[in-house]
Nanobody
Framework: QVQLEESGGGLVQAGGSLRLSCAAS?????????????MGWFRQAPGKEREFVAA????????YYADSVKGRFTISRDNAKNTVHLQMNSLTPDDTRVYYC????????????????WGQGTQVTVSS
């Protein structure tokens, strides 16, 4: 199976930046490497539903963002290193969430919050 591990979360002041990273390893049950799938990020607060943040196609040619983060966050990937990143700028307290790295069989499924694999999450806290 595919394993995803997030890192880079922490505590920042409003207006600050963080760069999240996700390391992927293993293969899906179909035998495809993790680099062959679209990947993305979602976030979740306690007692709330998971919220789509960003997604990127397998080759990095296409990116997708939630309206709430568009223009502030940038998703990227490096398939040679099996990593995906989320650069988070102009952070506000409303961005305080646990952020999860996810992957799925298609971009459409990612955008629908239908994931095949996800990590344990990394906490992002933004102080006012």
């Amino acid at each position: 199976q595919v394993q995803l591990e997030e890192s880079g979360g922490g505590l920042v002041q409003a207006g600050g930046s963080l760069r999240l990273s996700c390391a992927a390893s293993g293969r899906s049950t179909s035998g495809r490497a993790s680099s062959s799938y679209p990947m993305g990020w979602f976030r979740q607060a306690p007692g709330k539903e998971r919220e789509f943040v960003a997604a990127i196609t397998w080759n990095g040619a296409g990116t997708y963002y939630a309206d709430s983060v568009k223009g502030r966050f940038t998703i990227s990937r490096d398939n040679a290193k099996n990593t995906v990143h989320l650069q988070m700028n102009s952070l506000t307290p409303d961005d305080t969430r646990v952020y999860y790295c996810v992957t799925s069989g298609s971009v459409a499924r990612l955008l629908a919050n239908d994931y095949d694999y996800w990590g344990q999450g990394t906490q992002v806290t933004v102080s006012s």
